[in-house]
């Protein structure tokens, strides 16, 4: 309980990381599509009532106002409306884009398609452009989709790139290939659309970080980017060594990388593992916190989702610092 080394609390009490103009909070999370949930996800543990609308859809705002990000990066997103309606109260502005054959709309009684969401905070940032993207793989259109934003920071001009994605999921090495095929698609895309703006590239990679995506997303010589809740800990001399060996870069980060970002119990057992990220272009944003995620002992014997937590995963909440660049000091 309480603020620990490198962490802030969960129930985020403190004032927000992102009150000084250069500073910036991102929140990424997973917040588990209502449709899915509730009728295809086979939460066994899970109370029926817990996984109800009317039950979550407090438990998901709360969780995101108490932080209080500049950046909120949402995956599984079937209530865009309810969030842009009740966000756009609290300061929020938001875009969202569906996944084109979603499997929510193959449910009855569904909300729409699920889909990926970024809002930003209006007062502290300005959106300078957006693109979206149906990953590819192998040149064909897959399910799995993207939205990068270009934002302003209204206090003193700097200027960044975010990017959110909800790759595949399942387990298999064909899949892990597609997910390292769609996370390819997905750097062409994201440094066709930021070139050499600092960026944050986050989402539910539906992949540990042993698979190749991780690997071809820290090994990428065009993007090089780090990932924050591996490098949270380590002196940023250390993290700005350039490494001669990409291969060892790798590796270490992998060793880094929390011991699960979702727990989960569904009929053929229990789910714990690392498979959310936020990625970020360590030359230009300090990172100086990463939220910590609850112990075993406070998420409960049933895991999650649970009356205490709405979704399968949790959220990742990163204390950024923005630099100036070299060239013109905004
Ligand atoms: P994905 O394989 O990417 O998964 C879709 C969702 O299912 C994700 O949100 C994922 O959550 C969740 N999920 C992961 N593992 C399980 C599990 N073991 N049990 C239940 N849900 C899980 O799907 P695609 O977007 O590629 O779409 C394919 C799906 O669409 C098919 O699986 C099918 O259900 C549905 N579909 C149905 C059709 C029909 O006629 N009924 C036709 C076309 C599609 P997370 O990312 O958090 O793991
Ligand atoms: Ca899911």
Redesign the pocket.
């Given at each position: 309980k309480g603020l620990k080394l490198n962490s802030i609390s969960r129930v985020c009490s403190a004032p927000s990381g992102g009150e000084a103009s250069q500073n910036l909070r991102l929140l990424q999370w997973?917040i588990?599509?209502q449709t899915?949930g509730q009728h295809?996800?086979?939460f066994v543990r899970c109370p029926e009532e817990a996984l109800t609308w009317e039950h979550r859809k407090y438990l998901i705002v709360q969780e995101i106002l108490q932080n209080q990000p500049d950046v909120i990066c949402l995956?599984?997103v079937d209530h865009f409306k309810f969030l842009q309606t009740v966000l756009g109260t609290q300061n929020y502005e938001g875009i969202f884009f569906p996944?084109p054959?979603?499997?929510c709309l193959?449910i009855e009684q569904n909300n729409g398609p699920?889909g990926c969401a970024i809002f930003y905070k209006r007062d502290k940032l300005q959106l300078l452009g957006y693109d979206t993207r149906i990953l590819e793989v192998w040149r064909v259109q897959?399910?799995?989709v993207a939205i990068a934003a270009r934002l302003r920071m209204r206090g003193n001009g700097r200027e960044f790139c975010v990017c959110t994605t909800?790759?595949?999921?399942?387990h298999g090495a064909l899949l892990a290939k597609l997910r390292n095929e769609q996370g390819r698609d997905l750097i062409r895309f994201v440094k066709q659309f930021a070139g050499d703006t600092p960026l944050l590239l986050c989402g539910?990679f539906?992949a540990e970080p042993v698979e190749p995506i991780y690997s071809t997303i820290l090994g990428c010589d065009l993007l090089r980017l780090g990932s924050a809740y591996a490098d949270v800990k380590l002196d940023r001399e250390k993290i700005l060594q350039p490494s001669e060996d990409v291969g060892e870069f790798v590796s270490e980060s992998i060793k880094r990388e929390p011991p699960y970002t979702?727990w989960k119990i569904?009929e053929?057992g229990e789910e714990c593992h690392t498979?959310d990220y936020v990625f970020y272009t360590p030359d230009r944003l300090k990172i100086k916190n990463c939220l910590e995620f609850p112990a075993g002992e406070q998420i409960g014997k049933n895991r999650t989702p649970s009356y205490q937590y709405p979704s399968?995963?949790f959220s990742l909440v990163c204390d950024f610092e923005l630099l100036p660049s070299a060239e013109n000091g905004g």
């Amino acid at each position: 309980k309480g603020l620990k080394l490198n962490s802030i609390s969960r129930v985020c009490s403190a004032p927000s990381g992102g009150e000084a103009s250069q500073n910036l909070r991102l929140l990424q999370w997973n917040i588990l599509s209502q449709t899915l949930g509730q009728h295809n996800d086979g939460f066994v543990r899970c109370p029926e009532e817990a996984l109800t609308w009317e039950h979550r859809k407090y438990l998901i705002v709360q969780e995101i106002l108490q932080n209080q990000p500049d950046v909120i990066c949402l995956q599984e997103v079937d209530h865009f409306k309810f969030l842009q309606t009740v966000l756009g109260t609290q300061n929020y502005e938001g875009i969202f884009f569906p996944k084109p054959d979603s499997p929510c709309l193959y449910i009855e009684q569904n909300n729409g398609p699920d889909g990926c969401a970024i809002f930003y905070k209006r007062d502290k940032l300005q959106l300078l452009g957006y693109d979206t993207r149906i990953l590819e793989v192998w040149r064909v259109q897959s399910n799995q989709v993207a939205i990068a934003a270009r934002l302003r920071m209204r206090g003193n001009g700097r200027e960044f790139c975010v990017c959110t994605t909800h790759l595949k999921a399942r387990h298999g090495a064909l899949l892990a290939k597609l997910r390292n095929e769609q996370g390819r698609d997905l750097i062409r895309f994201v440094k066709q659309f930021a070139g050499d703006t600092p960026l944050l590239l986050c989402g539910d990679f539906n992949a540990e970080p042993v698979e190749p995506i991780y690997s071809t997303i820290l090994g990428c010589d065009l993007l090089r980017l780090g990932s924050a809740y591996a490098d949270v800990k380590l002196d940023r001399e250390k993290i700005l060594q350039p490494s001669e060996d990409v291969g060892e870069f790798v590796s270490e980060s992998i060793k880094r990388e929390p011991p699960y970002t979702t727990w989960k119990i569904r009929e053929d057992g229990e789910e714990c593992h690392t498979i959310d990220y936020v990625f970020y272009t360590p030359d230009r944003l300090k990172i100086k916190n990463c939220l910590e995620f609850p112990a075993g002992e406070q998420i409960g014997k049933n895991r999650t989702p649970s009356y205490q937590y709405p979704s399968d995963h949790f959220s990742l909440v990163c204390d950024f610092e923005l630099l100036p660049s070299a060239e013109n000091g905004g």
